[in-house]
Structures are given as C-alpha cells and as structure tokens.
C-alpha cells in the first residue's frame, strides 16, 4: 500500500475547558468561607491582587411577593448601580481605628506583682486625671475567664494525688476525658502499658479522680456516672446497683421488666426514676462544650414595609480584591527578560479572571436566591406548610441556566431568612400528588411537617398508628403510602406508635425521663 501526503478540512465541534472556566466553575460551589481561604491563597500567589478592604453598599435586590407563579417574573432585577465597584480605592484602616497594641498596657511588664491597693488607687488617679472613664474599659472583660472542664479537672489533682507518679497519671486521663466528662473506650490496661505503670496503680488514680468535682466526672458509662453520684449522697445500695445495671430497660419504658429485674415493687421503681432524675448524666457540659464554627449565611433575605422581599448578599463575608494597577504601571516601565514580562502578562491575566469570576459568582448567586424566594413565597409568608415541590430544573429555565449551574450555586450555601437560616438546598423538594385529581402536589418536607405537628399533638389516648396518619392526610388532600409515612418518621427519629403511647404513659406517672 502506498503512503501519500494530502492536506483535509474538517468542522466539528468540542467542549474545551481551559483553566480559567474550571475556576470559575469551581468558584461556584464554594462557601463564603472556602472562598476567603482561596482568595488569601490568590492574593499570597499573585504580586498584581491586593485585598479591598472598602466599605461598600450591600448588593441587594428587591422582589414582589404577591401571588407568584412558575410563569412570573421578578419586577425588579439588579441594576449596574446596586453592584460592587471592585476598582474603588481602599480606605487605610489604620487612619481611622487606633490599632497599636502599645497603646492598651503601657505599663505592662514593668511589674508583675501588685496590690489590690495599688491597683485600686492607681485606676482612681487616672479616672481624676481623665485618662480614662468609665466607657472605656470594660473591667468585667478582664476579670471574666471561661475555665475549660480539663483546667477545672487539673487544678484538683494535687488534692488527691501526691505522688509524683500518680500526678502523671492522672494528669494523662484528665487529657483523655470528652467534653460530658466521660472516659469514652478506655482500656486501663493499655494506658498502664503506654505509661510503663502497673494496672493496679492506674486503677487506684482513676478511683481517685472519680471523687473529683463535679460528681460524675471520669465515668466510663452512664451506669458508673450515676453511681458515682448516688455514692456522693450516700444512696447506693445493692438495690440501686441492680437497677442501674439494668438502664437499658428504663430507656426503652419497660417498667415491668425493670421491676422483675430489680425484684422490688413498682412503688419503689417509680422512687428511683424520680430519684435517678434529680442527677446529671454529663456532668462535664456545665463548662461548656467545644465552640462549634456557626453557620455564616451568603444570601440576607428581609421584608420591606411595601410587601417586597429584600434580598441582598451577606457582603461582610464576601472576599473582594482589586488589581494594583499602579504596581503594574510601576513594574512595565523596568527593562525585564522576556520570561518576566510573560510572568507579569500571566499574572495580570489571572488577576483579571479573579476579579470578573468573583462577580459572576457574586451575580449567579443573587439570580438563583431571587428565583428561589418567587417560586417558595408562600413559605417566607405563611410557614413550612406552605412549601411548594420545587427542582433544580424549575429554576434554572426560569433563569435562563443550566441545571448543574444551580447545582452547583445552592452547594454548600445558605440564605438568612426571617424564618431562621436555610440551606438552599432546602427550597428544593420531591413532590406528593394531591388526594384529588384536579388538586396541587405537596412538598414532601412540607408533609413531613404535618405528620410531626399531629405527633406532637397525641395524648396516651390518641396516639396515632402509621395507618391513621395516612387516613388524616388523605383528608387533608394528600395521596401518600404507609410506607412512606413510616419512612418519614423514622427519618425525624420518631418511634413508633407503641413506643410513643408506652412514652406518655410513663411520662403521666413520673414525669420526662
């Protein structure tokens, strides 16, 4: 076969994803708090970026809330004017707030030991002198200390230990301890082999440190905690040790065979739930438990004394940068290699991405939220109940956007509403046909609300079967199976209807437990 050498013209078509797509992409779906982490990256990466630490005008837009419909449009869209102007210039923090850390102690360091008379006739000079008043400091900042469970635990240890080696010991089981106070799965054996001691000895400190306050502390179960408790009162007895052994049949309400267990009357077992009552399963949480990183919303939604919707980015949370253009200019006008001006060209390029990438993202996200509250209107009015079955597929060909688009906008964001704070991925839910041939679908989370407010309201004799919650919403027009309602409850860890009349009744002769 002979080769030849011949020259063809083809057309066709390609998705290309060049990088500075991927970003912007990727963008999308990030947090307010992922992309702060990815924009300080940026700015560390790229000599052109520079934070903008202005203050500017939320960006906001505003939507009529009467009678929406899939086939309304908003009456108001963002203008140009409402957006950020990345390009403004950035106001020195430092010309108006006084930061210097020098200026709070002068004094601090030129002696640590004081008198409390000293102290007190040194703050009274300067309150005569007028250094300071009583706006300026709050004292009670400075006297209040939030002592952790473990600071509070180690501070005890020398009362009852005194042997440097038990010290050790214990001080390694208090590091051991969770927030409730608790030795979760602790194998003392290991620990004595980790610590070359001998088991006895590690048995000894733990006992030691049970005795410590509060009662409770150093438990390896509930059982123990509570029997640590009850021994601090004087009230444990083999009776008590029984029913504390058999904790699992008061969790689950079955009071007959806790009594057979005990082997007492039930008079004397309803004495001991009362009594059991009166003490604290986790002792540790009195100081606190870990902080916990809150929810910071990306969409403020609020309504207006003319009947609108208020939706507005949570812009103190929005990372804003700017490109330095006179370090550009400053930089251009050097004789440089041709690889820096291609460095430079590279990073201007990027900069510039950043910045446009950052109001897309800025303007998706203000687009899909404002859809969201015309299609859920009636929620932000009325209340869950009145949630409307709602899909990616809905708003995004009400805002002219591919679906994985929105997808990718309501990831991991969440919208500040007068009914508290929501995931956007919240507004989104499957849809239950209606009892009646011509009536609307109902949202799922908004039937799962019906069937815990009937829960809610059962008596010990109206607890409601699976069987009649299904009844009761078939009456209200909603068409749903059994199993679906049993799915339901369980998902909102509901227990089932004889464990929930078992529940009330127990709770009628002694209370909650």
């Known amino acids: ?66 009678e929406f419909n899939k086939s309304d449009e908003p009456t108001t869209q963002a203008s140009e004017s409402d957006w950020v102007d990345l390009e403004k210039p950035v106001a020195d923090p430092e010309t108006t707030f006084d930061t ?24 009274a000079s300067l309150r005569q002198r007028g250094a300071v008043s009583s706006d300026d400091v709050n004292i009670e900042a400075f006297l209040t200390n939030d002592v952790s469970l473990r600071e509070y635990l180690s501070d005890q240890i020398p009362l009852v230990l005194q042997d440097p080696v038990e010290r050790l010991i214990g001080r390694y089981l208090v590091d051991m301890i969770d927030e ?8 003392l054996a290991a620990i004595a082999e980790k610590l070359g001691a001998p088991v006895e000895l590690v048995e000894k400190v ?15 179960s509930l059982a123990e905690c509570l029997s640590i408790q009850l021994k601090e009162q004087n009230r444990f007895d083999p009776i008590v040790s029984k029913f504390l052994e058999n904790l699992h049949l008061l969790a689950s309400h079955n009071l007959a065979a806790l009594r057979k267990a005990v082997g007492v009357e039930m008079e004397e077992i309803l004495e001991m739930v009362a009594e059991i009552k009166k003490l604290n399963p986790k002792p540790g949480l009195k100081f606190g438990s870990v ?40 930089v251009s006008q050097s004789n440089g290699s041709a690889s820096d001006r291609n460095y430079l ?34 929620f932000f009015t009325h209340g869950v109940q009145y949630l409307r079955p709602l899909n990616l597929r809905t708003v995004a060909d009400a805002i002219s956007m591919h ?15 007068p009914r508290g704070i929501f995931e956007m991925k919240y507004f989104f839910t499957s849809a239950i046909a209606s009892a009646d041939d011509d009536g609307e679908s109902h949202s799922s989370e ?33 068409d749903i199976a059994r199993r679906t309602v049993a799915k339901y409850r369980e998902a909102m860890r509901i227990p089932s209807s004889v464990q929930r009349r078992r529940d009330k009744r127990l709770t009628e002769r002694v209370g909650p437990v």
Request: proline residues 6%; aromatic residues 4%; contains cysteine.
């Open 1 to 66: 076969m002979a080769l030849s050498t011949k020259l063809e013209l083809r057309q066709g078509q390609q998705l290309v994803m060049t990088p500075q797509l991927q970003q912007a992409i990727r963008l999308l779906q990030l947090s307010n708090i992922e992309l702060t982490q990815y924009v300080e990256s940026e700015l560390e990466r790229n000599p052109l970026l520079e934070p903008d630490d202005g203050i500017e005008a939320p960006v906001r837009s505003e939507t009529e809330t009467h």
């Open 100 to 123: 210097e850390y020098d200026n709070v102690f002068p004094d601090a360091g030129a002696s640590d030991q004081m008198s409390d008379a000293d102290a007190a006739s040194g703050w």
């Open 180 to 187: 409730a106070g608790y030795l979760p799965s602790v194998d």
């Open 206 to 220: 733990l006992a030691s440190l049970q005795t410590l306050d509060p009662p409770g502390v150093f438990a390896r």
């Open 291 to 330: 902080q916990l990183q809150p929810i910071v919303p990306d969409v403020l939604i609020r309504s207006s004394p003319n009947g609108t919707w208020i939706i507005e980015l949570n812009t103190e949370t929005l990372p804003r940068v700017l490109v330095n253009r006179s370090y550009l200019a400053t």
């Open 345 to 378: 060209l590279e990073c201007l390029q990027t900069a510039n991405w950043l910045v446009k990438s950052l109001d897309q993202r800025a303007r998706t996200i203000l687009r899909v939220a404002e859809e969201i509250v015309r299609q859920q209107d009636a």
């Open 403 to 417: 679906e994985s688009t929105v997808s990718r906008v309501t990831s991991n964001k969440y919208m500040a509403t």
């Open 446 to 478: 908004a039937v799962r609300h019906r069937i815990k407010q009937m829960i809610d309201g059962e008596t010990p004799a109206t607890v409601l079967s699976d069987d009649k919650i299904v009844e009761k919403l078939k009456c209200d027009g909603i």
